[in-house]
Nanobody, 123 residues
């Protein structure tokens, strides 16, 4: 069971990135999948999550209107489209999966975690 996060990089303020989280060893059917981030000297925070059972989504106030989470079940991959990036978005971004499908923005509810991908936004 593995989650592979990718797509991070260095981008200027106002730019965009798309993060991918691909699952192997299990399917994302019925899972809840979340994106979390941890900036320098900051606590890990929930950015966005999606339920693959009913498609409901959550966005933190800090990213609402700028980030979009989506799932491609054929590719067993979750995406986080990040637009209008700001220096405050600089962090390591992690994806996580909860097979029970009930997890939300609480990181403790997730069972599987990816390794993280660095996003750096320059001003």
């Amino acid at each position: 069971v593995q989650l592979q996060a990718s797509g991070g990089g260095l981008v200027q303020s106002g730019g965009s990135l798309r993060l991918s989280c691909t699952a192997s060893g299990f399917t994302l059917d019925l899972n809840a999948i979340g994106w979390f981030r941890q900036g320098p000297e900051k606590k890990r925070e929930g950015v966005s999550c999606i339920s693959n059972t009913d498609g409901s989504t959550y966005y933190s106030d800090s990213v609402k209107g700028r980030f979009t989470i989506s799932i491609n079940n054929a590719k067993n991959t979750v995406y986080l489209q990040m637009n209008s990036l700001e220096p405050e978005d600089t962090a390591v971004y992690y994806c996580a999966a909860d097979p029970s499908g009930s997890a939300g923005s609480n990181s403790g509810d997730y069972d599987y975690w990816g390794q993280g991908t660095q996003v750096t936004v320059s001003s």
